[in-house]
């Protein structure tokens, strides 16, 4: 079965338009996608008639091209009908908007869809979903073009089980600076499920970081997506929900007490190469860093440091991700030392973290920072930055990027994030280093490296 | 595959919708775990011949189909040490809800561990380890893992517990057999995904480890329903 058709479609027809309503689902589809994106979009409802000047078809057979992508937005009872009319037409994929399916009662008409598609090999996403964006390339989201916050085209393809946590992702990687590659709402996943999708996105050239959003696989499904993510050459990200949902279940035994259904969860994928994200702030960082780095680190952080408080924030906060901030041998201090300016010196705390203090310009930074890149005592630097000492200039990202290749070591940074700094935070991102808004987020992307394992 | 014995004892306790200790036992002695030498005696005779073989001191267990916790109603009696104490012990669970025996097996010593299974519906079996004995609840030190296992992974759940010290010797005390501990795990492993389709959850709590052997004193089956 070809996804490609869903993701990269050169022709689309959205069917269920409505004559009168231009806020209806189908519509507004129709219309974020028409002479916007590179893609012929093709309106369809059996009453025929005009959208505007575009002539509705009343039936997807009567488009004189063949559809690689069908956006099916029609009352519930009516989607297996036109379904059938796609796979007659010789559609090659489609996305099912309409809700009213399992989750409304109506568990035969998605029966009968899943039936029909297999039969036919025929892909669809949803029902109950908001399709697929692909910047630059399609986008299925019924919500108003002017609401949408579309973060930059990048490596992270998000694939989610509900709308609403995938659209306010999308706000969270524009504010994080996270690029996307895809983000596929796959609703009830009758048909194309996660598994299918990571097929796909593991050999998807755009995708380099695949993260879900969960809230449960279907009966045995877990077992064989975790077989799967296993041997993904790419690293998969799990956020989960419904964690507590099994917790009052009276059970029999105590392994079905202490193995309960969250327990069981967590303990599989971990097992399998998964890296499961507590929360919103550890998947947007996990995202972020695994877009920028793709070596694991074994976890000996150094940080550096303009301020001791931050510092020792960072070092509880490693301390409990699971990271070594190893003390420096003396040698390194020394060379640290050696290669500071003479003011900065007597001043500076060179253990680790190596806290500059606020009189250190761009070069103390990028002094320590080399020391830091070729010693084997550290594999990952966190720089913990703080924009309104005076001796920092906008060029702090660049350089401290040029090191970070040099010495082919991740560097992470920490920045606090207001309009103001935007252009030095863009100096470390567009130049290939992560940036956090907090300095708990940069560990965090730290724990991220520490816990990939290679295949 | 499964032996035609233990799809017997499981054929015959689908009524009950769990296995009863003695047939548990039997089963993990058929599939190559270590047990300790047992036998039911419903008689004063029986029971005192029984202990007789085996040899004081012995540990009593209530066996009903009726009582899954045997702990809840002092249906299991430790450190027997004559016949007296094993004839009342066998009065009194006589007067327990659905009484058909009572086991009486050898006294095991060693460091209380619990391997255990609960078949998942979205990931298929859980293996799990942990520190056994009644308290495995309120301590919750265990480690799991989707079956089958290999002994790399029986390596990283031991290494996962934060007992793991007690394990591997802890102040004077002899290290228990490690090798025995990961063979067990593997091997209970790969008896779960043989019984996936039947089984909902095992407990072998406790396995008692000692530096020569892992031993399985208390096991329970929970069948699917």
Known sequence: ?455 | MLKKEIKEIIEKSKKWGWVLEPDAQEIFSLYGFKTPKYDVAISHDQAMTIAGKIGYPVVAKIVSPAIVHKSDVKGVVVGIKDDQTLIQTLDRFRKLDGFVGMLIAEMVKGLELIIGAKNDLQFGPMILLGMGGVGVEIYKDVSLRMAPLKKRDADHMIHELVAEKLLTGYRGVEPINMNALKKAIVNFSRLMMDLQDIVESVDLNPVMCTAKACTVVDSRIMLKS
């Open chain 1, 1 to 455: 079965m070809d996804l490609k058709p869903l993701f990269e479609p050169k022709t689309m027809a959205v069917i269920g338009i409505s004559s009168s309503n231009d806020r209806h689902p189908a519509n507004v589809i129709f219309a974020k996608n028409h002479l916007r994106y590179p893609v012929e979009v093709y309106a369809v409802n059996p009453k025929g008639g005009k959208l505007h000047s575009e002539t509705i078809y009343p039936c997807i057979a009567d488009i004189p091209k063949k559809i690689d992508l069908a956006v099916i937005a029609t009352r519930a009872e009516l989607v297996p009908d036109v379904m059938a009319d796609c796979i007659k037409a010789s559609a090659k994929s489609a996305a099912v908007i309409s809700g009213g399916f399992t989750e409304g009662g109506r568990g035969d008409l998605q029966d009968r869809m899943v039936s029909m598609a297999q039969e036919a090999k025929f892909p669809f996403i949803g029902p109950n979903c908001l399709g697929v964006y692909v910047p630059f390339r399609v986008d299925t989201f019924f919500l108003p073009i002017e609401r949408m916050i579309k973060p930059d085209a990048g490596g992270v393809t998000f694939v989610s089980q509900s709308g609403g946590i995938l659209v306010d992702h999308m706000i969270k990687f524009a504010q994080q600076g996270v690029g996307l590659a895809k983000a596929i709402s796959i609703g009830n996943k009758a048909f194309i499920k996660e598994k299918e999708l990571l097929a796909y996105l593991t050999k998807d050239p755009t995708t380099k970081v695949i993260a879900y959003y969960i809230e449960g696989f279907g009966v045995g499904e877990g077992r064989d997506f975790v077989l799967a993510a296993d041997c993904s050459p790419k690293p998969v990200i799990i956020m989960k929900s419904g964690k507590t949902a099994a917790g009052n279940r009276a059970v029999s035994s105590h392994t079905a007490s202490l193995a309960g259904d969250y327990a069981s969860f967590a303990a599989a994928v971990a097992q399998h190469n998964i890296i499961e994200a507590a929360n919103e702030n550890e998947l947007v960082s996990f995202c972020e860093v695994l877009s920028s780095y793709t070596k694991p680190i074994e976890g000996k952080i150094g940080i550096i440091t303009g301020s001791g408080g931050h510092g020792a924030m960072a070092v509880d906060a490693c301390s409990l991700a699971g990271l070594k901030v190893p003390e420096l041998s003396e040698p390194t201090k020394t060379e640290v030392k050696n290669n500071l300016a003479e003011n900065i010196r007597s001043i500076a705390s060179l253990s680790n973290p190596a806290d500059l203090t606020g009189s250190a310009i761009d070069e103390d930074f990028v002094a320590c920072a080399k020391v830091m890149g070729a010693s084997a005592e550290i594999d990952c630097v966190i720089v913990l930055l703080l924009p309104y000492i005076p001796g920092i200039t906008l060029d702090i990202g660049v350089k401290l990027s040029s090191v970070s290749k040099q010495f082919n070591k991740p560097f992470i940074a920490y920045v606090p994030q207001v309009e103001k700094y935007t252009m030095l935070i863009e100096g470390f991102e567009l130049n290939g280093i992560p940036v956090s808004s907090s300095i708990e987020g940069a560990v965090l992307m730290a724990k991220a490296l520490a816990r990939k394992k290679p295949c």
